[in-house]
């Protein structure tokens, strides 16, 4: 490992010891063992960032889940530090500007992700200033919004349309997953939220009686709530159905939870939100799709935005608002009507705009 490689990994280890020290830990689970934590960070046997950063995300599931954010900027600062300096000292402003405000907007990072970017470097190369006799050349690094060039090339915005939807749809297959039974629960995970609006805490509480088989057709149930009724959404069958018995079948042999999705370290729980969000990101990553946001929020805009715009293919009628609001389960319509027009169709017809989506 090369001199400068070595350096980093050995300061990150110490700086996301030190956060996980100082972070709240108000939301960690009851037997959050910070000791034993801290050994894992620190641990010489580390190493490369993937590594340190599957410690991260053990100790976020464990709930300190704001350890993840300054893991994620200083692992990715890093890849984008490779082969341009010999040296840690070499780190000054330009790079961190050119990092925060050139590289992170070609990969469609919006302002509020790459700030948060700019103050976890910031703040990671301080701890080393503190903590080495290094000094860095680092003045204070303003995070620009998109220049009207870049906004003009990029044109990125926070929701995909129907073609970029079935591009999506197709291309997951091609991950290489490291067994069935992730792939399969990762496609389902991922259709979901593309084809049915569901919110990442309503996903965890799925169970196996959610999802009905009836007249043919298939539904997701949503419980109901303290803040939403029961409601019940058609999906489009020929995306799911393969997959949804391969992953029954996979599921018997490794859990018997009551959880449809499941932790993978202790199956009697459901799956995280955080676990949610990175499978999301991870396989809209491999596809290439230029989104400002790789989340089950967007897909989630997209799937309201593409059911406002799109014509049922039998009727020829858009959905209505009020069956969008019944379908995503909004009660709050003030942004939902920033988005969407008024039609007539049935809730019924909803999952045939996805029927014609590429992919099986």
């Excluded at 080393?128 to 090339?153: C, G, M, P, Q, W």
């Excluded at 042999?253 to 676990?275: A, P, Q, R, V």
């Excluded at 935005?305 to 039998?314: G, H, Q, S, T």
């Amino acid at each position: 490992m090369s001199n400068i490689k070595n350096e980093y990994l050995q300061f990150a280890q110490r700086f996301l010891k030190e956060k996980l020290y100082i972070l709240n830990k108000k939301n960690v689970k009851k037997d959050f063992d910070v000791v034993k934590f801290e050994e894992k960070l620190i641990d010489a046997n580390i190493k490369n960032f993937t590594e340190l950063h599957n410690k991260t995300k053990e100790i976020a599931r464990a709930g300190l889940t704001q350890i993840s954010q300054p893991s994620i900027a200083i692992k990715n600062f890093y890849k984008y530090l490779d082969n341009k300096i010999d040296n840690i000292v070499q780190i000054d402003t330009n790079l961190v500007s050119d990092y925060v405000n050139k590289e992170c907007i070609n990969n469609g990072l919006g302002l509020g992700t790459r700030t948060n970017y700019r103050n976890s470097i910031v703040d990671f190369i301080n701890f080393t200033e503190n903590n080495s006799v290094y000094k860095f050349n680092l003045e204070k690094i303003r995070v620009i919004s998109a220049t009207k060039d870049k906004k003009n090339k990029s044109k990125l915005i926070d929701w995909i349309d129907k073609n970029q939807l079935s591009f999506l749809n197709t291309e997951i297959l091609k991950y290489n997953h490291r067994d069935d039974f992730t792939k399969c629960r990762n496609i389902l995970i991922i259709r979901l939220f593309m084809f049915s609006g569901i919110e990442p805490n309503e996903m965890t509480r799925l169970k196996e009686d959610n999802f009905i088989f009836e007249d043919g057709e298939m539904y997701l149930r949503i419980d109901k709530t303290a803040s939403r009724e029961e409601r019940t959404i058609p999906l489009p069958k020929g995306k799911f159905v393969v997959y949804f018995n391969k992953y029954i079948e996979e599921k018997k042999s490794k859990s018997s939870s009551k959880y449809f999705f499941f932790n993978d370290k202790n199956t009697s729980e459901s799956i995280s939100t955080l676990s949610l969000k990175y499978i999301t990101k991870e396989l809209i990553d491999f596809t290439g799709i230029k989104v400002k946001d790789k989340t089950p929020s967007m897909l989630r805009k997209s799937f309201a935005i593409i059911l406002n715009n799109e014509k049922d293919p039998v009727t020829g009628l858009t959905q209505p608002e009020k069956n969008i609001q019944y379908l995503l389960g909004v009660q709050n319509l003030s942004r939902l009507r920033q988005l969407l027009k008024f039609s007539t169709i049935s809730v019924v017809q909803s999952s045939r705009v996805f029927d014609e989506v590429m992919g099986n």
